[in-house]
């Protein structure tokens, strides 16, 4: 297929999320998953060459386009988009079900200290956990992890490209170092 490469970059530059060379088979039965991913490599590196105004990322498992991270504020300022605000609570539980996922609403509470009921089903009404299943003990409880949006959103390819506690409190360290 003597297109290909153009016709996966016009299906990245229409699907609103990280699009995976699985789902461009879907689409192209005839294409090999391997061509596939070898054309979406080769718009990295066009991209990458070009240096334009956006790039293609590898991001949740798939790629997508995206700004470049130095024009972000004014691409902010541009759209002046309504940003979801978390509450604490709802951050903090965020940040247990990414660090500890597979998780259960009682492994979230118990490290809380306190009923994270309304959290979680926040967090899942913004698509930023899902529901993995159902851990196979008495009350077949449910079992949270972070969904693709939140990798996404924080721009990681996967949930091991989160940074480690340790990291975390060097950054915090060094913030507080540098006032």
């Known amino acids: 297929m003597n297109d290909l490469k153009q016709i996966v970059e016009s299906l990245l530059f229409v699907s609103e999320s990280p699009l995976d060379p699985a789902r461009v088979k879907k689409v192209l039965p005839e294409a090999d998953v391997r061509e596939i991913k070898d054309a979406m490599e080769s718009l990295v590196r066009d991209y990458e060459i070009r240096d334009g105004g956006f790039m293609l990322c590898r991001v949740a498992g798939g790629y997508q386009f ?17 940003p979801v605000r978390l509450s604490r609570a709802a951050m903090e539980t965020l940040a247990i079900v990414a660090y ?10 118990q490290i809380r200290g306190v009923n994270s009921g309304n959290s979680l089903r926040l967090l899942l009404e913004y698509d930023l956990i899902r529901i993995l299943g159902r851990r196979e003990i008495p009350g077949r409880p449910i079992v949270y992890g972070t969904s693709k949006k939140f990798l996404e959103i924080l721009g990681l390819k996967d949930i091991k490209d989160l940074p480690s506690p ?14």
């Open 166 to 179: 340790e990291e975390i409190e060097k950054r915090a360290a060094l913030k507080n170092f540098s006032r």
């Open 100 to 109: 500890h996922q597979p998780v259960l609403r009682s492994e979230v509470e």
């Open 66 to 82: 995206r700004t470049r991270p130095e024009h972000g504020k004014l691409v902010s300022k541009f759209l002046q988009p309504n």
